[in-house]
C-alpha cells in the first residue's frame, strides 16, 4: 500500500558530524512535505517544510532535500548536537487527502559526545 | 502565549469507564486532529475537524469519540469499547488556508490503564 516510511529506524552520529535523515515516499500525487522533531515525551516539533515545485530548501543548520523522480526525502542538519538528539519524522500531505498528513515511522536519532 | 494546550498530562483509566482529553489552541485554527502514538511508533490519525461543527473519522476511529462546538476547542473521548487505550495521545491544529497547511502540535497527554 501507500505509504511514507523511513529508510532506517535508527542512526547514531558524532557530535559534529553531519546527519542525513531518510524517508521515502510512494504517492506522487503528494505536493508538501514536513520535517518534525520528537523529544522523549513531547509533542513533535516542526522543523522544516518543502513543497513539491521545490529540490531543495535550506533552513538553521537544516537542509531538506526533494527527488521527486525517485519520490525521496532528506533531511540534512549541519555540525550535529547533542540537542539534536530526538525522533524525527517525516510527513506528507496528499492532494486527495484534504489536510491530512500521513507520518512515516520516525528515525530514532543519537548524538554521542 | 500562543499555542496548543493538552490536559491532563497523564489520565488513568479503568476498565469499562470513558475519559475525555482536553484540547485547546488560541492559534484562530479552523483545522483540528487527534493522534495516537504507541511506543517506537509513528503518529496515527484518529479524528480531524476541519471546520466547526464538523469532523471526520481518521485511520483508527474505532472506540473514540470527538466534539467540535468551539473553534478553540476539540475534546476526545476515550470510550469503554476501545480495548487497548493506553497511548499517547497528540493534538493538531492547522489553518488550511495554501501555504500555510503546517500542523502544530500540542505536548501530549499520556493515557494508561489500571
Known amino acids: 500500500g501507500e505509504s511514507v516510511g523511513l529508510h532506517l529506524p535508527t542512526l547514531s552520529v558524532q557530535e559534529g558530524d553531519n546527519s542525513i535523515i531518510n524517508c521515502a515516499y510512494s504517492n506522487s500525487a503528494s505536493d508538501y512535505f514536513i520535517w518534525y522533531k520528537q523529544e522523549s515525551g513531547k509533542g513533535p516539533q516542526f522543523i522544516i517544510d518543502?513543497?513539491?515545485?521545490?529540490d531543495k530548501r535550506q533552513g538553521q543548520r537544516v537542509t531538506v532535500l526533494l527527488n521527486k523522480t525517485v519520490k525521496h526525502l532528506s533531511l540534512q542538519i549541519a555540525a550535529t548536537q547533542p540537542g539534536d538528539s530526538a525522533v524525527y519524522f517525516c510527513a506528507e500531505k496528499r492532494q486527495t487527502s484534504g489536510s491530512r498528513l500521513t507520518f512515516g515511522e520516525g528515525t530514532q536519532l543519537t548524538v554521542n559526545p | 502565549d500562543g499555542g496548543i494546550t493538552q490536559s491532563p498530562k497523564y489520565l488513568f483509566r479503568k476498565e469499562g469507564q470513558n475519559v475525555t482529553l482536553s484540547c485547546e489552541q488560541n492559534l484562530n485554527h479552523d483545522a483540528m486532529y487527534w493522534y495516537r502514538q504507541d511506543p517506537g511508533q509513528g503518529l496515527r490519525l484518529i479524528y480531524y475537524s476541519q471546520i466547526v461543527n464538523d469532523f471526520q473519522k481518521g485511520d483508527i476511529a474505532e472506540g473514540y469519540s470527538v466534539s467540535r462546538e468551539k473553534k478553540e476547542s476539540f475534546p476526545l473521548t476515550v470510550t469503554s469499547a476501545q480495548k487497548n487505550p493506553t497511548a499517547f495521545y497528540l493534538c493538531?491544529?492547522?489553518?488550511?488556508?495554501?501555504?500555510?497547511?503546517?500542523?502544530?502540535f500540542g505536548p501530549g497527554t499520556r493515557l494508561l490503564v489500571l
Open positions: 518543502i513543497r513539491s515545485n521545490m
Open positions: 493538531a491544529s492547522s489553518t488550511p488556508l495554501t501555504n500555510q497547511e503546517t500542523q502544530y
